[in-house]
């Protein structure tokens, strides 16, 4: 395995981070538990889950994953041995079996942090993550952005930070990030926070693969420029970057089982697929972790979250760490995304 550390912080983390939103709907707690076991004798010692997992969100499994997390701590007795990170939700119309009072106020993260840290059986989170904007603009594949001339947000930036900063001294959480965020979202955070001395966003968790570069636009010279972190999540497009639905979509997969996730099936992006997996096939490579492997290498990655289902998947998403790319191999990716620049945004 590979490490670093958070951005501006001394804590060690490994560069492959074990996504865990699978956990409570696809996994059973005894899988998710075998899971994180495996995952540390490989090195890994980086969680990541959030409130609302499992995934697809609803009441009956809401905060299924941070009690199987919080089981396994339990049993184990390694907190210690565990960088985690959590999120807490932002306002959204399919949430409302989570809380009352969805967003970011005071009383709403005190809440999210409380039910979190008690599911988690813990006393602090490493990072916690504001999940997606609370203001108005474009993610989850959203394009285009609209202003609404009555969001009203600007106040709302030092208020949610202030917040944060508090359970900060409390010992409660150790830094504070951001999930799902555009350019302008971090740019004033950080603004705010030299403003105002408090707690910095040192990482940003985004979607991020092959099929979705769009962050390399505007976000990445922020990353570079003021030492924050790229998360990438669906580093593989839900599978769709490890080959497996090239004839057709797998009927016991994520987009089998789940077929609202449509993100990285349309037309450009089924074609940009196959092209990828004609370089994996070319030199020889498990197209997995050639898609891995790419993002494993971006300098502005600080860990790439993986997720599996099963075992044998896991093995070979933490086996990327060890594939070197080409230059070659690398060219030929540039080239493909040229022709199918962000099939997948």
């Known amino acids: 395995m590979k490490y670093t550390t958070l951005p501006n912080t001394d804590i060690k983390v490994s560069k492959i981070c074990l996504g865990t939103m699978t956990w409570g709907e696809q996994n059973t707690e005894a899988e998710g538990h075998e899971q994180i076991e495996f995952a540390l004798e490989n090195g890994v010692n980086f969680l990541d889950t ?8 609803k009441a009956e499994t809401q905060g ?17 041995d565990v960088v ?5 939700v932002g ?11 969805l967003g970011f106020s005071k009383a709403a993260i005190t809440d999210a942090l409380h039910k979190s840290l008690k599911r988690l059986q813990t006393d602090y989170i490493d990072l916690y993550q504001l999940h997606w904007p609370e203001r108005y603009t474009n993610f989850f594949g959203k394009l285009g952005y609209e202003h609404d001339e009555n969001d009203q947000w600007e106040d709302n930036f030092k208020e949610v930070l202030e917040t944060l900063d508090g359970f900060v001294k409390e010992g409660k959480i150790r830094e504070v990030g951001l999930s799902n965020e555009t350019p302008y979202g971090l740019s004033r955070f950080l ?8 707690p910095k966003m040192i990482t940003v968790q ?9 962050d390399e636009i505007g976000l990445t010279e922020i990353l570079h420029r003021e030492n924050v972190g790229l998360f990438p999540y669906s580093p593989l497009g839900m599978g769709t970057l490890s080959g497996k639905h090239l004839d057709g979509i797998q009927g016991n997969s994520r987009l089998g089982l789940f077929p609202q996730y449509k993100r990285y099936s349309n037309d450009q992006a089924v074609k940009a697929t196959k092209a990828y997996a004609e370089i994996a096939k070319k030199h020889h490579l498990n197209f997995a972790q050639m898609s891995l492997a790419f993002i494993n290498t971006r300098p502005f990655v600080t860990s790439n979250i993986i997720g599996a289902t099963s075992i044998k998947q896991l093995k070979e998403n933490i086996g990327s760490i060890d594939l070197e790319l080409s230059q070659e191999v690398l060219e030929e990716i540039n080239k493909i995304h040229e022709t199918y620049p962000n099939p997948a945004p």
């Open 191 to 198: 603004e705010e926070s030299r403003k105002h001395n408090l």
């Open 206 to 214: 985004n979607p991020y693969n092959l099929l979705n570069r769009k």
């Open 50 to 57: 959030a409130e609302m997992y499992s995934i697809p969100g």
């Open 91 to 101: 306002p959204g119309n399919s949430m409302e079996h989570i809380r009352d009072n």
């Open 84 to 88: 985690l990170t959590s999120k807490v």
């Open 64 to 80: 299924s994953t941070e009690k199987i997390i919080g089981s396994w701590f339990k049993k184990s007795g390694k907190r210690e």
